[in-house]
Structure formats: C-alpha cells, structure tokens
C-alpha cells in the first residue's frame, strides 16, 4: 500500500463550480499535512496546510479526518487559473526530512 | 519572502560531461533539499542537508554529488549522467526548528535536465 494515496483524476470542472477530492495516507501517528499545487512543468508550491479542526483560504477549504485517515481539499467557484496538479503531502513525525507525496489530483477547469 | 533560487532553469549535457546544478535561498532555512522529479510523478528525495551536513542520502547514484558550501547554497555535481537522469532537479529549504517535524517545505523552480 503507497503511504499517501490520491485519485489522480482528471476531474473536469466547469468553471465557476465546485470540485472536492481526496487523499488518504497510512501513517496513522502523522502529525503534518500539507496541499500543494503543481502547474505544469513547474514547481510544487505550497497551497495550504491542513490543520485538525480544519482551515479556509479563500476559495479553498482543506479537512482533515483522522480516524478514517484522509484529508481533503474543496474548491469554490472554481477558476480557470486553478487548473493544475494538487499534491498531498504528508510529514511522517517518525521520519523527520523525508516528505510523503501522493501522485497528485489533476484538475481542469473548463470554460 | 519564500523564495528558492536555482540555476539554471535548463541544462542539456553529454554523458562524458561534468557539471552543476546551484539553489539558493536566504530566508535563513538550515535545512535543504535536492529531489528529482520525472513527468507526471511526484518529487522524489535524493538528499538532505541539516546545518550543512549531509544527513539524508536516498542511495542515489555517485554520478550524484550533492555538496552544501554554506547554509545559503546548495550544489549538486553531475558526471557522467545516463539518459535515464534526464528529470526536473528541485530544491528545496525548511528553517529546520525545533517544531521540524511539522515543518514544510519551500521549492525553488528546478532545473530541467536533458542527459544526451
């Protein structure tokens, strides 16, 4: 079993709805949970970090859900400009430096 | 300011070649990062450095040198590459505090590397 999994979509959004997607991840004594967006042929860039009771940034709402061990990521009144790659990332606390990544969601938000 | 510079953004080299890739930043991280990233996959760790230091290595390949000169910069030296390394090389800082093992990370823009 990979230690962070993701749907590796597409998903076609239209542009001004909302899309939701997933991760889970099977460290169960992680700590640290992170969303980054990838465009394409360029470099992670940190999105936002995901805390226990939940956290909004604008548009973008990240949950965290312990006992069933995933995270997730919604988007609101979607973009053009959010079509990218999403990344889970995890911080495993019993292996300090070594980043968990999913193989990332890709989102197309069409007009 | 998050900010992680890397030079060059391309490089196209010979199998015999040798040459270097550079990240800096100075945020005042003391840890930094190089992974290797091939399309459509995610990053995937090829060292550490804590406190310039080497504490992380990924078994990666000799032809792989990684060397840190000062806790702004980070080096890594190519000698002869295969094909098969041709990859985007990110880097990466975190401050590397006593909160570390929640800490993230911050990427630099990578170098796309052509092994010819």
């Keep these: 079993r990979k230690e962070v999994e993701q749907d590796p979509g597409p998903f076609n959004v239209p542009e001004g709805a909302t899309v939701a997607f997933n991760c889970t991840y099977s460290n169960s004594a992680s700590q640290s949970f992170f969303w980054y967006r990838q465009d394409c042929r360029k470099e992670p860039k940190l999105l936002m970090s995901v805390y226990s009771s939940g956290n909004e940034d604008g548009r973008f709402t990240a949950q965290l ?3 069933s061990q995933y995270i997730s990521l919604l988007i609101r009144d979607s973009k053009l400009s959010d079509s990218a790659t999403y990344l889970c990332v995890v911080n495993p606390t019993d292996s300090w430096g070594k980043l968990q990544f999913g193989a990332g969601t890709q989102v197309v938000v069409t007009p | ?47 550490v450095y804590s406190y310039e230091k080497l504490s992380i290595n990924e078994s990666v390949p000799s032809r792989f040198s990684p060397e840190c ?7 890594l030296h190519l000698h002869a590459l295969q ?16 909160g570390r093992l929640k800490e993230t990370q911050y990427f630099g823009p990578g170098t796309r590397l052509l092994v010819l």
Excluded: I
């Excluded at chain 2, 094909?83 to 006593?98: G, N, V």
């Design chain 1, 65 to 67: 859900n312990r006992a």
């Design chain 2, 1 to 47: 300011d998050t900010e992680v510079t890397q030079t060059p953004k391309h490089l196209v080299m010979g199998m015999t070649n040798k040459k270097s890739l550079k990240c800096e930043q100075h945020m005042g991280h003391r840890a930094m990062y190089w992974y290797k990233q091939k399309a459509k996959k995610p990053p995937e760790l090829m060292f």
């Design chain 2, 69 to 75: 000169p000062n806790s702004s910069l980070l080096n």
């Design chain 2, 83 to 98: 094909p098969e390394d041709s990859a985007l090389y990110l880097c990466a800082s975190s401050p590397y505090t006593s």
